[in-house]
C-alpha cells in the first residue's frame, strides 16, 4: 500500500506540491521553490493514468508546470516551462478534434497529459525559457 492511497484527489494535489517545493529546494533552486509555494508554477499529480489539465495547459501567468508521479514508492518530478506545455496541449487538442467540437461535452475543458508528453523535460528544477508573469514593481519608498 502506497502512503498517498488514503489521501482524496485535493490532498494529494496539495502534498504533491509540498514535495515538490522540497525537491526543488534539495535541488539548490529555492526561487523555484517559492514560485511552486505562490503558484506561479502549477503542480499536477497523478496515482495512474494521464495528468489532467484544463485548456490551455497552464494558466495565464505560470512559469512552468510540475508533473508529479506519484503511482511509485518515492514522486517522479517533470518540470515543464508553460509555453511549451500550452503549446503541445492545444496542438493535440486540435488534433483531437479538428471540427472544434467533442463527441460528448463542447463545453468540456479537461485535456489529459501523458508521459511521452512531457518526460524529455525531465526534473530539471530550473525554469526555463522566460517567466510569463508580470515583473515586479520596483519599491519606492515614500519621503
Known amino acids: ?5 488514503n489521501l482524496n484527489n485535493q490532498q494529494l494535489h496539495s502534498y504533491a506540491r509540498l514535495l515538490a517545493a522540497e525537491a526543488a529546494l534539495a535541488a539548490g533552486v529555492p526561487e523555484t521553490a517559492l514560485m511552486i509555494l505562490a503558484n506561479t508554477v502549477e503542480v499536477h499529480a497523478r ?3 494521464s ?3 484544463s485548456l490551455p495547459g497552464a494558466a495565464p501567468g505560470t512559469a512552468a508546470v ?3 508521479d506519484m503511482s511509485g514508492r518515492q514522486p517522479q518530478f517533470y518540470v515543464v516551462p508553460a509555453r511549451p506545455l500550452r503549446a503541445g496541449v492545444m496542438r493535440r487538442h486540435a488534433e ?7 463527441v460528448r461535452n463542447d463545453e468540456s475543458l479537461h485535456a489529459a497529459v501523458e508521459l511521452e508528453h512531457i518526460k524529455e523535460w525531465g526534473a530539471g528544477w530550473r525554469a526555463r525559457g522566460p517567466c510569463e508573469c508580470r515583473k515586479p514593481r520596483k519599491y519606492h ?3
Open 1 to 5: 500500500m502506497n502512503k498517498t492511497d
Open 47 to 49: 496515482r495512474s493514468g
Open 51 to 53: 495528468w489532467q489539465v
Open 66 to 68: 510540475v508533473f508529479a
Open 96 to 102: 483531437a478534434y479538428p471540427t472544434g467540437h467533442r
Open 141 to 143: 519608498p515614500s519621503p
